[in-house]
């Protein structure tokens, strides 16, 4: 299985460091894999949050990890006030290619 990575960047506010404690038990979940995380999420300025599709090999095409990963960092973002959009983007040269049918 794979992890989450959250990466908080500017100033940290009192509903941040909120949502950091309650995604901590997530982040420790997907660590003990040790893999490269297939979702990262970055916080940007103005209470932005970036959603990261993190498989560019494979063109970010979506796995049940993928799924699973992006139902949990949206469930914990919905629950964060603070957050006043986010930006789904994909790593490397493609957004997503579609569903990985070789798995």
Do not use: Q, W
């Amino acid at each position: 299985m794979s992890r989450v990575v959250f990466n908080g960047i500017g100033s940290v506010s009192m509903r941040r460091r909120v949502l950091s404690r309650s995604v901590y038990d997530l982040r420790r979940s997907f660590a003990s894999s040790g893999s490269e995380p297939v979702v990262k999420v970055k916080h940007l300025e103005n209470d932005v949050v970036n959603v990261i599709l993190n498989r560019p090999s494979k063109h970010n095409a979506l796995n049940m990890d993928v799924f699973k990963e992006l139902t949990a960092v949206a469930n914990r973002l919905r629950d964060d006030k603070s957050v006043r959009a986010v930006i789904l983007s994909g790593e490397g040269p493609s957004f997503c290619s579609g569903l990985d049918v070789k798995r």
